[in-house]
């Protein structure tokens, strides 16, 4: 019988890798989430929920490899939902709040973008139920760096509140970007391993894909600071714990449950 | 019918299949013709339906008058010799 | 998805039939009563009594806003969902059901009103929503019973409208029914996951929800055909074809016999197999409670409609926004 105790998933450089990637999706996909019957308006209520859906679809697909990586052989509920904190991967950008509308489209083409340049990447990636994954996962990113991108548009040249709503949160985000581009001893593996790009390499086409929009929807690119947030390597924001709590709640109070 | 302020109505239309035509399946509020293509696809394609989407401003549809109708559609309905099954043939040759 | 007998919404005030009418009006409406007769489907611009039209907007609009509701106290557990699977299903779920608000606005939209009136109509309390969902989600397996049986319910009460005589509505509740059949398997197959592979405390859980969500949801078909007066010109009309208790013994019939295989027990001592009437008896049910909970007294009716106003209001700039572009580049392809 399965107890609610915390796993300790493998610190193989490789399933870190893709643990990144994987938290990165289901912690995003678990802020979506909160817009249900939330949304400025029905169709959007739609929309936002189909892409939470596609990015749990992933995180899904990516925490099942994971499992199958590290030989220990957990799968992805267990991964999801009986680690600690400092084991989750995820950039800390995704684990803020929701914010307003502004702030949430912002983030989705902040996050669809960098994605879906990984996932072009790792469509070549010589572990093949990544690139399988991958292959997969493009066409989704595409679609939700437009639907995301139309919205920055829409908003940065709609009316005074929307583009100051859209200034306001391209303040708050811009200092959780840097973290998606510096690399470390687990890109360096990924990058000599063939397992897939440093996530370096993707800043540029990132910059310049972002600059393009932001142009678009009249604003400029913010100056980078010397913040830097860690949630990648597992330390992150105070929000973190609470979306965990409320995240793991039933698996914690149901030891042994079958769902 | 929509009020000053509210997103224009649109009417969608979709193609199941190549080969298929595109077919009316119901209508949303969009602000934009790009954002009615993408709610379009969210919210009728779920389940696969969808190889091609039409949206269309459904002010600028122009429909019959049902007031017309006996005028439009009835004359039709003598016209039989149109259908094929007006024309009964030997059962060897039948299946054309 | 969540529609309640039109009876229990009130009536439209003025909809009583005009005294006088002129001939043509008189000899319109014989020919739409014979249409309606012979079983013909009316269409958007069809000509049609100023009743009949009225009666649908109330009900379409109301039916879409019970779906629209009816996402709020299943978005409660989105984020608690105790596998993804279950997070999934549940987010599609929902998305289907904002689908079918939309699908239903639309359909109600063809009678010549508009989004923004409906809605309206229901942040300023004027029009209901199915007073299901003003109870509360309070455990995960709740999201199991609302599948089981405020779905079970919700399809009963909609499949006979796929028959509507208004041919928009019509194909709107075809299509949800469609879609429909999937949120009530998944509730049960939730519930009998934990009955028969779960640990005693998820056992205990389905039992509870069960004991909480019963009652309502038989109130769902609405009040008793004796209790019942505006059915008659709706069942004439083709928009309501199956009368209340009818629809509520067909559903009964068939949920005891799925509580059998859950191995649950419902929570009515009175229930029982009645030989001769070839259907099971009930108990009484507390129609005290059921008018209260209409009547805006419910356990969560202020919480619902808040989150709904609420995200309405907080939502004005961002869809004042995108017709401020919209107008922006429409004149500027205009100028081009």
Not at chain 3, 306 to 324: H, I, N, P, Y
């Amino acid at each position: 019988m399965q107890t609610s105790t915390s796993i300790q998933p493998s610190r193989d450089p490789a399933a870190q890798y893709v643990l990144r990637l994987a938290d990165t999706c289901l912690i995003l996909g678990q802020r979506l989430g909160e817009w249900c019957g939330h949304a400025p308006v029905l169709e959007e209520d739609i929309a936002l929920t189909n892409t939470a859906l596609d990015l749990i679809g992933q995180a899904r697909a990516l925490l099942t490899h994971v499992g199958q990586m590290d030989g220990q052989a957990h799968d992805e509920d267990q991964l999801a939902f009986l680690r600690e904190e400092r084991d989750y991967l995820n950039v800390t950008m995704v684990e803020l709040p929701r914010g307003d509308f502004a702030f949430t489209v912002l983030r989705n083409a902040m996050v669809a973008t960098f994605l879906k340049l990984a996932w072009q990447r790792l469509a070549g990636s010589l572990d093949t139920e990544l690139a399988a994954i991958a292959g997969k996962a493009v066409k989704e990113a595409r679609y939700h760096q437009q639907h995301a991108g139309d919205w920055v548009v829409r908003l940065g040249d709609g009316t005074p509140e929307s583009r100051q709503r859209l200034d306001a949160a391209l303040g708050q985000l811009w200092r959780y970007t840097p973290e998606l581009f510096e690399d470390d001893a687990v890109d360096a593996h990924a990058a000599a391993s063939g397992l897939g790009p440093r996530w370096s390499e993707l800043q540029g086409p990132w910059r310049a894909d972002m600059t393009l929009l932001l142009d678009e929807a009249g604003l400029a690119l913010p100056t980078d600071s010397a913040f830097r947030s860690t949630g990648k390597r597992g330390l992150h924001s105070e929000h973190m714990g609470h979306i965990l709590t409320e995240m793991q709640y039933l698996q914690r109070a149901y030891p042994g449950g079958v769902w | 019918m929509t009020t000053q302020n509210e997103w224009p109505l649109w009417e969608v239309f979709v193609r199941t299949k190549a080969g298929l035509d595109h077919k009316h399946c119901g209508s949303l509020h969009a602000a934009d013709p790009k954002m009615a293509i993408q709610l379009a696809r969210d919210v009728y394609t779920r389940r696969q339906e969808g190889s091609s989407l039409w949206v269309v401003r459904s002010d600028q549809i122009v429909a019959s008058d049902p007031g017309d109708k006996d005028m439009y559609f009835d004359p039709m309905e003598d016209k039989v010799y149109r259908h094929p099954t007006f024309y009964a043939l030997p059962e060897s040759v039948n299946h054309m | 998805m969540y529609t309640q007998a039109m009876d229990t919404m009130d009536q439209e005030p003025g909809t009583r039939k005009k005294a006088v009418r002129s001939a043509e009006e008189m000899l319109l409406e014989q020919r739409f009563e014979a249409r309606i007769d012979e079983g013909d489907f009316i269409e958007a611009k069809d000509w049609m009594p100023e009743h009949y039209r009225k009666t649908l907007v109330r009900q379409i609009s109301q039916h879409a806003h019970s779906e629209i509701v009816g996402m709020l106290p299943e978005g409660n557990w989105i984020s608690r969902a105790p596998t993804l699977k279950r997070k999934a299903i549940l987010l599609a779920k929902v998305q289907d059901e904002g689908g079918h608000g939309l699908y239903l606005y639309a359909a109600a939209e063809t009678l010549g009103t508009s989004r923004d009136q409906l809605l309206d109509a229901l942040h300023t309390g004027k029009a209901k929503y199915s007073s299901i969902f003003n109870y509360p989600t309070l455990t995960w397996a709740d999201m199991g019973t609302i599948g089981w049986l405020v779905d079970g319910a919700a399809i009963m009460n909609q499949v006979p409208i796929c028959r509507c005589s208004y041919a928009p509505y019509a194909r709107a509740m075809i299509r949800i029914c469609r879609e429909e059949s999937f949120h009530q398997r998944q509730g049960y197959e939730a519930l009998l996951t934990m009955m028969q592979q779960g640990t005693d405390a998820q056992r205990a859980m389905v039992q509870e929800t069960v004991n909480r969500w019963w009652w309502p949801s038989i109130m769902m078909f609405g009040p008793p055909d004796d209790q019942s007066p505006n059915s008659a010109q709706s069942m004439r009309w083709g928009i309501k074809r199956i009368s209340n208790d009818e629809l509520r013994q067909k559903f009964i019939d068939a949920t005891v016999d799925q509580a059998k295989v859950l191995g649950v027990t419902l929570p009515d001592p009175e229930l029982k197999w009645n030989e001769e009437r070839q259907h099971y008896d009930y108990g009484p049910i507390d129609w005290s409670e059921f008018w209260r909970v209409v009547g805006g007294d419910g356990p969560c009716n202020h919480e619902r409609l808040g989150a709904r106003v609420k995200a309405w209001e907080d939502g004005a700039w961002v869809r004042e926004a995108a017709l401020a572009h919209a107008s922006k580049h429409a004149a500027a392809q205009q100028a081009a």
